[in-house]
């Protein structure tokens, strides 16, 4: 029963769902400042369904063996295209001039880029990762005080990864608390 919890857990709380999340969070937020619809439909299709796309080729092609790229090894492609892919975003919010979008993808982007380098030499935890950027992202923006229960919801998912033994402690710890820290810092750098 827990088993099947912590995979529950896992499914809902997946990095394929929540980085769109995360990147409509940030046009959200850019829409308020007067982004245009059209520009939030490019970068949801460069930034979330292209990497999502090759994922699925990769695990079609045999090229990814499980949904969660359990092998270190195997996370490469798909994170070099992932970070390819959205830095086409970032420079395009740059180019038309949206320096609030901008500056939020840039610092996803680049948490991005230090997880990939990461992976390089030890498996990290993307789950951790992105739930803690969530947790970040929306306390920066809309407050701890609506948003403190997220840190549950971090919580949750670390158990549930190191309990259907995806990941080790040290590696969702690491994954969470770089990306809270990361996030959390460039948000305020860039105020």
């Not at 990095?15 to 999340?21: H, Y």
């Not at 090759?54 to 295209?81: N, Q």
């Not at 230090?114 to 789950?127: D, G, N, P, Q, R």
């Not at 840190?151 to 710890?173: D, G, M, N």
């Amino acid at each position: 029963m827990k088993r099947k919890l912590a995979w529950a857990i896992s499914r809902v709380f997946d990095p394929v769902i929540e980085i769109p999340i995360l990147l409509a969070g940030s046009v959200y937020y850019a829409l308020s400042n007067g982004l245009r619809w059209r520009f939030l439909v490019m970068l949801l299709v460069v930034d979330a369904l292209l990497p999502a796309l090759y994922m699925v080729y990769g695990l079609m092609k045999g090229k990814i063996r499980d949904w969660d790229i359990t092998r270190r090894e195997e996370r490469m492609g798909l994170y070099f295209f992932t970070i390819f892919a959205h830095l086409f975003g970032v420079v395009a919010a740059y180019a038309v001039g949206k320096t609030d979008l901008f500056e939020i993808l840039l610092v996803f982007w680049t948490m991005a880029v230090v997880f990939a380098v990461v992976t390089l030499f030890w498996k990290i935890s993307v789950h951790a990762g992105t739930n803690a950027a969530v947790v970040a992202f929306f306390n920066h923006y809309y407050g701890w005080d609506r948003f403190w229960w997220l840190v549950l919801v971090l919580i949750v998912v670390l158990w549930s990864r190191v309990e259907i033994k995806k990941h080790t402690w040290a590696q969702v710890l690491v994954g969470a608390t770089l990306a809270l820290v990361w996030v959390s810092l460039g948000l305020q750098w860039f105020g």
